[in-house]
């Protein structure tokens, strides 16, 4: 499934998203030969400096890391980005820093080395000052400005969902000329505290990324679809093609890979651009820009939704499960056991919430419209 990203020709929306997994030419070389649409190097800034020991922690859903940028300095991205690029691929280099001069600085090099386009990695979750930035639609508006006024190549900009009002951000992108927006960075996090030495797992603040924050990175592509006439691409627990359709169907027009490689290799990467072109196959798509946005009209503001006479299914349902979550999750009471095998939901104490069906391991519950 071929996808058209920002005026990049993509042979798949799966993008590798920006991480240490990118942090030079081999690597990158190796992350576009995976065969996703285009690689995005770890984030690029004019002063690298020493990683801190340890930085990533994983608790079994999702990470938390204090990983900072490349270690390479900017000229030697002129070597990486030959290496990168010696078997072709669409690479995007992603940079940051702390004013617009020395942004565009860093992307117009970039911009010389061979990058496609342009990533401003300005809503990292690590430290304070960039998070600012990510939540100011005025800073992020002069950032890009800068940026794209200084290269011909195009220019996303990361999105934070730690930002009070992404889509606000969104718009002062467009305004500025950028070409499309990445949503979401990793979200500001502490993963958990050891309680026997009183010490939270890593150091400092971090960005947590992986499966438990997918529904919020759906929850930003789809505000910004709605909100903004602008590319996106969708970033955020992909773990696989499913996940990725169901951000395309948001209004991402690709998406972005990184704790899922992180945590399974490279392979993982083709797998999901495999199923991916499989499914295209198998119903008739052979650009995701097809299916873009097409869960949208399905998504109604909380006051369009219509209260319907809904509960669950009443008759007796015969259930060997026997775990009885139906009983355990019902805060009205409504779900009862009458016979060993055979539950009963009573239509006048069920409000039709609907967790039930979600909670059935044999898939016995549903609604009764
Ligand atoms: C170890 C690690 C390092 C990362 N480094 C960068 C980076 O240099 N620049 C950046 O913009 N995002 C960075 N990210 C964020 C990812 O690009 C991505 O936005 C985030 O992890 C959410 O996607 P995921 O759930 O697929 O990982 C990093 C993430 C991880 C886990």
Same mark, same amino acid.
């Given at each position: 499934?071929?996808?058209?990203?920002?005026?990049?020709?993509?042979?798949?929306?799966?993008?590798?998203?920006?991480?240490?997994?990118?942090?030079?030419?081999?690597?990158?070389?190796?992350?576009?030969?995976?065969?996703?649409?285009?690689?995005?190097?770890?984030?690029?800034?004019?002063?690298?400096?020493?990683?801190?020991?340890?930085?990533?922690?994983?608790?079994?859903?999702?990470?938390?890391?204090?990983?900072?940028?490349?270690?390479?300095?900017?000229?030697?991205?002129?070597?990486?980005?030959?290496?990168?690029?010696?078997?072709?691929?669409?690479?995007?280099?992603?940079?940051?820093?702390?004013?617009?001069?020395?942004?565009?600085?860093? $992307? /117009?090099?970039?911009?010389?080395? !061979?990058?496609? *386009? #342009? +990533?401003?990695?300005?809503?990292?979750?690590?430290?304070?000052? %960039?998070?600012?930035?990510?939540?100011?639609?005025?800073?992020?508006?002069?950032?890009?400005?800068?940026?794209?006024?200084?290269?011909?190549?195009?220019?996303?900009?990361?999105?934070?969902?730690?930002?009070?009002?992404?889509?606000?951000?969104?718009?002062?992108?467009?305004?500025?000329?950028?070409?499309?927006?990445?949503?979401?960075?990793?979200?500001?996090?502490?993963?958990?505290?050891?309680?026997?030495?009183?010490?939270?797992?890593?150091?400092?603040?971090?960005?947590?990324?992986?499966?438990?924050?997918?529904?919020?990175?759906?929850?930003?592509?789809?505000?910004?679809?709605? $909100? /903004?006439?602008?590319?996106?691409? !969708?970033?955020? *627990? #992909? +773990?696989?093609?499913?996940?990725?359709?169901?951000?395309?169907? %948001?209004?991402?027009?690709?998406?972005?890979?990184?704790?899922?490689?992180?945590?399974?290799?490279?392979?993982?990467?083709?797998?999901?651009?495999?199923?991916?072109?499989?499914?295209?196959?198998?119903?008739?798509?052979?650009?995701?820009?097809?299916?873009?946005?097409?869960?949208?009209?399905?998504?109604?503001?909380?006051?369009?939704?219509?209260?319907?006479?809904?509960?669950?299914?009443?008759?007796?349902?015969?259930?060997?499960?026997?775990?009885?979550?139906?009983?355990?999750?019902?805060?009205?009471?409504?779900?009862?056991?009458?016979?060993?095998?055979?539950?009963?939901?009573?239509?006048?104490?069920?409000?039709?919430? !609907?967790?039930?069906?979600?909670?059935?391991?044999?898939?016995?519950?549903?609604?009764?419209?």
């Amino acid at each position: 499934m071929k996808t058209i990203f920002m005026g990049l020709q993509l042979k798949s929306p799966v993008i590798v998203a920006a991480g240490p997994w990118n942090r030079d030419g081999e690597s990158i070389r190796k992350s576009l030969e995976t065969g996703a649409g285009a690689v995005i190097t770890e984030t690029i800034v004019s002063e690298p400096i020493l990683d801190v020991r340890p930085r990533i922690a994983y608790n079994g859903m999702g990470a938390q890391n204090i990983r900072l940028y490349s270690d390479v300095q900017i000229e030697g991205w002129e070597r990486e980005m030959e290496i990168a690029k010696s078997k072709g691929g669409i690479v995007i280099a992603s940079v940051s820093a702390h004013t617009p001069s020395e942004l565009a600085y860093l $992307a /117009v090099k970039m911009e010389k080395y !061979g990058a496609d *386009g #342009i +990533e401003l990695g300005i809503s990292t979750p690590m430290g304070e000052s %960039l998070e600012v930035v990510a939540s100011d639609p005025e800073e992020v508006y002069q950032m890009t400005k800068s940026v794209v006024e200084n290269v011909k190549i195009p220019v996303m900009v990361k999105l934070s969902q730690n930002s009070t009002n992404i889509s606000r951000v969104a718009k002062e992108v467009k305004r500025a000329g950028g070409s499309g927006v990445s949503a979401i960075n990793a979200i500001r996090c502490i993963l958990g505290v050891d309680i026997k030495t009183a010490t939270p797992l890593l150091p400092t603040y971090g960005g947590y990324s992986g499966p438990p924050i997918k529904p919020l990175g759906l929850a930003s592509v789809a505000s910004l679809a709605q $909100a /903004v006439e602008l590319p996106i691409c !969708g970033i955020g *627990g #992909i +773990e696989s093609y499913e996940n990725a359709l169901e951000y395309i169907l %948001l209004g991402a027009s690709a998406v972005q890979v990184g704790t899922a490689l992180m945590l399974n290799g490279r392979p993982h990467i083709t797998k999901i651009v495999e199923d991916l072109d499989r499914w295209g196959d198998e119903n008739g798509v052979q650009d995701a820009r097809e299916i873009k946005g097409n869960a949208l009209e399905k998504l109604k503001s909380f006051e369009e939704i219509k209260v319907e006479p809904i509960t669950c299914k009443t008759l007796p349902i015969s259930c060997a499960a026997g775990c009885d979550n139906c009983i355990k999750v019902c805060i009205y009471g409504a779900v009862s056991r009458i016979l060993d095998g055979e539950m009963m939901i009573d239509s006048e104490s069920c409000t039709g919430c !609907g967790l039930c069906t979600f909670v059935c391991p044999v898939d016995k519950l549903y609604l009764n419209w």
